[in-house]
T-cell receptor, first 115, second 113 residues
Framework: KAGVTQTPRYLIKTRGQQVTLSCSPISGHRSVSWYQQTPGQGLQFLFEYFSETQRNKGNFPGRFSGRQFSNSRSEMNVSTLELGDSALYLC??????????????FGSGTRLTVV | EDQVTQSPEALRLQEGESSSLNCSYTVSGLRGLFWYRQDPGKGPEFLFTLYSAGEEKEKERLKATLTKKESFLHITAPKPEDSATYLCAAYMYSGGGADGLTFGKGTHLIIQP
């Protein structure tokens, strides 16, 4: 079966611009979470969506936002990009909504470089 | 503050040389402890979830165990293809809803032939 699909795989943006990343979860999975991975901080939780509702949000500024559509696909948006936003952005999906039963399945990520 | 700490940061072993990776956690409301494997350029790959102290799970050469403060990932007779970064993550649940996964920074494991 198809895994979690993230597009695009690579992005280069300029400071001050905004960017939208896309995530298509595994068919039947209703929960989508987003994480930022950097060499210094590791993987950090951004937010989680379940049935189009944001259930929780990590400790990131309001420039980071997201949404989930009725087909469970999700997008995250970063406005007014800063150099420190350069990172691998990972999306993970879960069938049950908590990941405790089936775990979270991650996509391969979008590598964002801000110049 | 909820924390997950992994040690060592890096580990180099000879093929067949068994060892253990450590994950210590100080979190409240722990609902599960996850182990993932991450290869360069890829997202983390799910290995195990442990739910309560004393629990053990195995998969091929890997065995994960959980105590009230730590989790260990034991690698028995590793092969070069086991080389990867191993991540542990705590799943917490507060009254307000799921808090997502809190990850450690990982152990970079290299198995030399």
């Amino acid at each position: 079966k198809a895994g979690v699909t993230q597009t695009p795989r690579y992005l280069i943006k300029t400071r001050g611009q905004q960017v939208t990343l896309s995530c298509s979860p595994i068919s039947g999975h209703r929960s989508v979470s987003w994480y930022q991975q950097t060499p210094g901080q590791g993987l950090q939780f951004l937010f989680e969506y379940f049935s189009e509702t944001q259930r929780n949000k990590g400790n990131f500024p309001g420039r980071f936002s997201g949404r989930q559509f009725s087909n469970s696909r999700s997008e995250m948006n970063v406005s007014t990009l800063e150099l420190g936003d350069s990172a691998l952005y990972l999306c993970a999906s879960s069938r049950t909504g908590t990941g405790l039963v089936d775990g979270y399945t991650f996509g391969s990520g979008t590598r964002l470089t801000v110049v | 503050e909820d924390q997950v700490t992994q040690s060592p940061e890096a580990l180099r072993l000879q093929e067949g040389e068994s060892s253990s990776l450590n994950c210590s956690y100080t979190v409240s409301g722990l609902r599960g402890l996850f182990w993932y494997r991450q290869d360069p350029g890829k997202g983390p790959e799910f290995l195990f979830t442990l739910y309560s102290a004393g629990e053990e799970k195995e998969k091929e050469r890997l065995k994960a165990t959980l105590t009230k403060k730590e989790s260990f990932l034991h690698i028995t007779a590793p092969k070069p293809e086991d080389s990867a970064t191993y991540l542990c993550a705590a799943y917490m649940y507060s009254g307000g809803g799921a808090d997502g996964l809190t990850f450690g920074k990982g152990t970079h494991l290299i198995i030399q032939p």
